[in-house]
């Protein structure tokens, strides 16, 4: 029998189902906020020491920045410190410019490249907001996030950028024996910046649009991510992404889909993810009207339902309880999953009896 099974379902159904954890934590979590985009994606993260990131900001309805001042409001955001776009594509930076009017943005970061796809309107409004705070992120950099030695390291680190990965000078869209590779994709949303976060053991992946060969080179034949807890899953859920190769390395626990009504999870790609062994959830944002029971998972783990709209679902890591939760923002349950180990984790110093560590 498979030990990680064994664990996670003893876990998840003595543990948690519908039971609450968060009022004993001493902690503030790590919080990821998967929004209500529509058909497009924003996700908002914070740290526990109260730093932000959000990664995109959907497009330019205005809803969409009502929801992302919610989630900052839920989370006592007070500004942006660090807003990453993904890619140039309208449902991933429709809103900057009405965001930047209603909370201040401290720094902006994104791939540098555009491609020939993206709206002339709106590079002119992305660049008229970020000015020169704009950062332009590459393979294996890192966005420096605040640390406190009284907890585990955080890393935000950018594993591709520009179709360009860290530590692999081929071509991406060269075949590759005895694995299936697509055409090559030369779309602005292929091009996305991808990022793993870390606290902890704690690990999370979310690459935005990208698709299948870059996904594959990720991967193999030296799988550059390792094993996650949580998995974004990419391009809302679309055939041409989500390799089952890069699925299968990865491991995801936990897969979250910011799919829309008419836009993902493709059947193909919600059988991949719902045969993976290491599975214990799949959440949506939406309800798909087009795949019925092959392209949507169990109602309860999805945030809207048919006709509803605005919520979210949470993730909350506790790496000192080798935990992190799921919680829809509509009225109901919470979810708890161990924290895979990661080698080489080191945890933050015990503080000394009636004191703080030094
Ligand atoms: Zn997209």
């Not at 990453?84 to 720094?107: D, K």
């Not at 959830?281 to 809207?304: E, V, W």
Request: hydrophobic letters at 40%; aromatic letters at 8%.
């Amino acid at each position: 029998m498979n030990p990680r099974l064994t664990l996670l379902t003893v876990n998840v159904f003595l543990s948690c189902l519908f039971g609450t954890t968060a009022s004993a934590q001493d902690k503030l979590p790590l919080r990821i906020y998967f929004l209500d985009a529509t058909r497009g994606a924003m996700t908002l993260i914070v740290t526990p020491l109260g730093e932000s990131v959000l990664i995109d900001t959907g497009d330019s309805a205005a809803v969409h920045v009502e929801r992302i001042l919610l989630a900052c409001e839920d989370a006592n955001v007070v500004e942006i410190d660090h807003l990453v776009t993904t890619h140039f594509a309208s449902e991933h930076i429709g809103g900057i410019r009405a965001l930047s009017t209603r909370i201040p943005i401290r720094r902006f970061y994104d791939k540098g490249s555009r491609g020939a796809d993206a709206s002339a309107s709106l590079l002119s409004a992305y660049d008229n907001v970020t000015l020169s705070k704009q950062v332009v992120v590459g393979a294996g950099d890192e966005i420096a996030l605040a640390q406190d030695r009284t907890l585990y390291h955080l890393r935000l680190t950018c594993l591709a950028s520009d179709r360009q990965i860290e530590g692999f000078e081929g071509d991406i869209n060269a075949p590759v024996e005895d694995f299936t590779m697509m055409p090559g994709d030369d779309s602005e949303k292929g091009s996305s910046l991808v990022f793993l976060l870390t606290y902890g053991s704690f690990s999370f992946f979310t690459g935005g649009d990208i698709t299948w060969n870059l996904e594959h080179h990720l991967v193999h034949p030296e799988n550059r991510v390792g094993q996650v807890d949580l998995y974004a899953v990419s391009n809302h859920g679309l055939d041409v992404s989500n390799n089952p190769l890069l699925l299968q390395s990865i491991e995801p626990t936990v897969c979250v889909a910011s799919n829309g009504e008419s836009l993902g999870i493709m059947p193909s790609v919600f059988s991949d993810l719902l045969a993976l062994p290491s599975l214990e959830t799949l959440f949506q944002l939406h309800y798909n009207l087009q795949f019925g029971d092959s392209g949507n998972t169990d109602s309860i783990y999805i945030a809207n339902r048919q006709g509803e709209t605005g919520h979210w679902v949470k993730a909350s890591a506790y790496p000192e309880k080798e935990i992190f939760e799921i919680e829809l923002s509509r009225p109901g349950a919470i979810l708890t999953y161990p924290i895979m180990p990661r080698p080489g984790v080191v945890p933050p110093p015990s503080p000394p009896p009636g004191g703080r560590a030094r």
